[in-house]
């Protein structure tokens, strides 16, 4: 068994892993670190899905690196644009020589003592474990689970004599030409799919139980453009970010205060490319307000426009059986399938799967207290990385990673080497609030019950907003009275 100590361990190399590698060799040049990640790639997110037409939701202006410019010319990229970004990335910041890949995480140790973690990982080919021991964990590995994606129980799965396929276990080479094919789901993974598949397949079928928000815009940014070809590129792109987060948290205050005139123009977009006849009512209107639950976005209307070439359609149901030929609902109508695409989501979980351990105690994520979203109550130097639900993901990790990076800097400014999001007396008797609040999303609420509570005041809260977390996260005090700093016993 080998054996490895640094200063921070990052779990995870997607874009909230290779960000944190950044920001620590940036603003802590003195701290040295290693990045372990499960896979054979970097990517996380952009490496796992392979499914046809998968891209980004979100433009990569924002769910870009702030300090890497996204250069290339559509705003809405595919997957292997985002993986070639990611790879560029870690080659130009040399972050690649500190991943240790097909390091499957599995236990995380906190001896108080010693100010240490160790961290027990194993080999996933060879199966030889690795004992890594830092001061500093920082968890980058998402919130869903990489083994396998969410599976409803659908009542004769079994009977079905075609192809089943959950796009997140897609497999090589599927052969879908001239072939019927069932998408079930309306969330951004079937949106994508559905005009992907269709230009090949005989016709492709997006049934859905209810309907979901969603929205065509083109996947280029012509203003992105214009700043590109008369400022340098970093000034272009931070000018873009500007505007672009700008734009989106203009649009979800709206949907919070307007929700019905957001409504309505959604609507009237859907309806200008699907025309006058077509009952936008029953199939794209949902029974939820805009951002209750993230909107698709539709780049450059793909989906409307499979479904006016008469190659896609859209079916609101609910599904009676699996049958030997496809599909029963609950209608009556039977839907004939060769390929049925299970696109129902994600399987949610805390971070990473792993088992925690402090002093001798296990952690029970759900029994702690969020602090500013990326730490939790009693759990000592650690930190973990959830982006936006109701923006581009990075945004958040960056601002994270900076955080975290201020923390370590103070704990050596101090000499302490231990920091730990500790209640103050005045906090104990705090309203509890879910740690995602105003989210309806299946694929969240499933999950809710597992992970730590907000509150109602600084610095126990999660608030999923842009300018609120900017002003958390760069302005406020690291030592506020709720980040307790020490000094272990073994440094005394």
């Given at each position: ?65 702030s ?26 910041y ?48 998402g ?11 659908f ?20 052969d879908?030409a ?34 979901t ?17 008369v ?23 709206r949907?919070?205060t ?24 029953k199939?794209?209107t949902p ?15 793909d ?16 599904i ?74 990075t ?9 975290v ?49 907000q ?25 506020d ?12």
């Amino acid at each position: 068994m080998s054996t490895e100590h640094v200063d921070v361990v990052i779990v995870g190399a997607g874009l909230s892993g290779i960000g944190a590698g950044y920001h620590l060799q940036t603003m802590c040049p003195d701290r040295s670190y290693v990045i372990l990640e499960g896979r054979e790639d970097l990517g996380g997110t952009w490496d796992l899905f392979r499914y046809p037409g998968v891209r980004s939701d979100s433009d990569m202006h924002t769910l870009g690196f702030s300090f890497k410019p996204w250069t290339e010319a559509k705003s809405i990229a595919d997957g292997p644009s985002i993986l070639q970004y990611l790879r560029d990335t870690t080659k130009e910041y040399s972050i690649d020589k500190h991943i240790r890949y097909r390091q499957l995480v599995a236990k995380a140790e906190w001896s108080g003592a010693e100010a240490t973690w160790t961290i027990t990982s194993t080999h996933k080919e060879t199966g030889a474990q690795t004992v890594t021991t830092c001061n500093f964990l920082f968890m980058c590995s998402g919130y869903y689970s990489y083994k396998k994606g969410h599976e409803p129980v659908f009542a004769g799965r079994e009977r079905f004599a075609g192809t089943i396929i959950h796009p997140q276990q897609w497999p090589d080479n599927l052969d879908y030409a001239n072939k019927r094919v069932v998408v079930i789901g309306s969330g951004a993974t079937a949106v994508t799919i559905v005009p992907s598949m269709a230009s090949t397949a005989s016709h492709v079928t997006m049934v859905q139980r209810s309907p979901t928000y969603v929205v065509a815009r083109p996947d280029h940014d012509p203003i992105a453009d214009k700043l590109r070809k008369v400022l340098p590129a970093q000034m272009a792109y931070n000018v873009t970010r500007w505007k672009n987060t700008t734009m989106q948290q203009l649009v979800y205050k709206r949907t919070r205060t307007k929700p019905e005139e957001i409504k309505t123009k959604l609507l009237d977009g859907v309806r200008a490319y699907l025309g006058p006849d077509y009952d936008v009512d029953k199939h794209f209107t949902p029974r939820y307000n805009p951002w209750d639950q993230r909107l698709c976005l539709v780049p450059n209307g793909d989906l409307f426009m499979a479904i006016r070439s008469g190659k896609a359609s859209v079916v609101t149901d609910t599904i009676e059986t699996f049958t030997e030929t496809g599909i029963q609902l609950s209608s009556g109508q039977h839907l004939e399938a060769d390929i049925i695409i299970t696109a129902t989501g994600l399987e949610l979980v805390t971070l990473g799967e792993m088992d925690f351990v402090v002093d001798g105690k296990p952690v029970d994520f759900a029994k702690t207290w969020s602090y500013k979203g990326f730490a939790y109550s009693g759990i000592p130097n650690m930190a973990s990385s959830f982006g936006y639900i109701n923006a581009s993901w990075t945004l958040r990790s960056d601002l994270t990673s900076s955080y975290v990076c201020r923390l370590l800097n103070h704990m050596k400014k101090t000499e302490t080497d231990t920091c730990m999001p500790t209640l103050r007396a005045e906090d104990n008797s705090m309203p509890e609030r879910p740690w995602i609040d105003g989210f309806s999303s299946g694929y969240m609420q499933r999950v809710m019950h597992k992970f730590p509570r907000q509150g109602d005041r600084e610095p126990w809260i999660n608030p999923q907003n842009y300018k609120r977390d900017k002003k958390m996260f760069k302005h406020s005090p690291v030592d506020d009275g709720a980040m307790l700093f020490s000094r272990s016993s073994v440094n005394a």
